[in-house]
């Protein structure tokens, strides 16, 4: 590519957009990633550089095991979410989720009341600690 282009790829996460207890500063560091990415984003447009931020729901890899949480249900192939991000990135767009189950979480997030996704979110969370070792 030539000097003064490029392509930038920051990797958030849902936690990014609602509560998750028991994860608070994941959540808000994943909160902080997006909001980041939207700012920079605005900064570097027209100086032909693009930066997306994905957005990826539960994905299989080590970090529940190492976070000491069992496995989401549902949780994205990593290759699955690689090839989502590089389309992602290729297509310039700022932010962006695979998988339509994701999606569709993402969209809950949103219409239930900030109070009733906490105490769901809680006990979603709290249930993947405790039967971890399960």
């Not at 920051?10 to 028991?22: E, H, R, T, V, Y």
């Not at 984003?41 to 890899?61: Q, Y």
Request: net charge positive.
């Amino acid at each position: 590519q030539k000097q003064g282009s490029g392509r930038i790829l920051n990797i958030a996460s849902s936690a990014a957009l609602a509560a998750a207890p028991g994860y608070a500063l994941y959540a808000a560091s994943k909160a902080f990633i997006l909001e980041f990415s939207h700012s920079l984003a605005a900064e570097v447009n027209g100086n032909g550089i693009s930066l997306s931020c994905l957005i990826p729901g539960p994905t299989r890899t080590q970090f529940c095991r190492r976070a000491g949480l069992r496995e989401s249900p549902g949780a994205m192939e990593p290759k699955a979410v690689a090839r989502y991000a590089l389309d992602l990135m290729e297509r310039g767009l700022p932010t962006g989720t695979p998988g339509i189950a994701n999606k569709l979480k993402q969209t809950l997030k949103r219409l239930l009341p900030f109070g009733l996704w906490g105490c769901l979110a809680k006990w979603y969370m709290m249930g993947r600690i405790s039967n971890a070792n399960s």
